[in-house]
């Protein structure tokens, strides 16, 4: 038996799918939010969360050799992950050609998953991973093989190709391991304090200036303490001064 036929994860273990999507776009965020339930929104993910309700909304189509299925659940008991795919379209094809029979709808089909993101198309390798972990659930609940899906990314209006290529799988099973990891370690990273810390919404709950690598809560804390009551401060009088408290400590 190949690795990939092994059910390695049992349905209560299962992950959801969008923590690897965060996952890539910063560990930090991903634990913020899945493992200390911290959420806030800005104008970036409220304008995530319409355009998913839009994917979301209407029924399933079919147009001839094409059939549109929308928020179809997915798992992968391989990977340990499961979610909901915005919209995952099926194609008609030959089995010669890859087609796999699909249950309850007749002839054989290729999927073809595709994601509703906001945003531009630059910086979207997290939304890529995304995608082929849905890619990947599919294949494992069809026995398919999907060469390729798409993201809709909303500020252009049209959809970017992505190829499931050797690459891509490879970095989403290790994306799924290490988010598998983290929830296990149950420990929030440090900060990686870089440009996509301007546009995140948990910046605020993230402190990601002063909650970095290398940089340590205390003398933070003591920073506030010193702003706020400088050691020559005057009208500091009587008992201790914060900011001696605050050097007596980190001697
Ligand atoms: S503010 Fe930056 S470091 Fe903090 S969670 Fe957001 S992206 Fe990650």
Not at 82 to 104: K, N, Q, Y
Request: glycine share 8%.
């Amino acid at each position: 038996m190949t690795l990939s036929a092994l059910s390695m994860y049992t349905e209560d273990q299962l992950l959801p799918l969008s923590a690897v999507s965060q996952y890539v776009h910063c560990p930090r965020r991903c634990a913020l939010i899945h493992l200390e339930q911290v959420w806030s929104d800005n104008v970036f993910t409220a304008e995530g969360c319409v355009l998913h309700d839009k994917a979301h909304s209407g029924a399933s189509e079919s147009r001839g050799d094409l059939k549109i299925l929308r928020s179809l659940r997915l798992r992968s008991l391989r990977l340990g992950i499961t979610g909901v795919a915005d919209v995952v379209e099926l194609h008609r094809i030959a089995p010669s050609e890859g087609g796999v029979c699909i249950p309850g709808i007749g002839g054989t089909w290729l999927p073809f998953p595709v994601e509703y993101k906001r945003g531009a198309a630059k910086d979207i390798r997290c939304y890529e991973v995304q995608l082929c972990a849905q890619a990947l659930c599919i294949e494992e609940m069809l026995s398919a093989r999907i060469p390729e899906g798409a993201l809709f990314l909303g500020e252009k209006q049209h959809r970017t190709p992505v190829a499931f290529d050797a690459v891509l799988r490879a970095e989403t099973e290790a994306v799924c391991q290490a988010v598998q990891n983290l929830f296990a370690a149950g420990v929030t990273p440090p900060a990686d304090h870089n440009k996509r810390c301007s546009s995140c919404s948990l910046m605020e709950a993230c402190l990601p200036q002063s909650a970095g690598y290398g940089k340590s809560a205390r003398k933070w804390l003591f920073r506030q303490i010193e702003e706020i009551c400088p050691r020559d401060d005057p009208t500091v009088v009587g008992g201790d001064n914060p900011a001696a408290v605050r050097d007596r400590n980190l001697s």
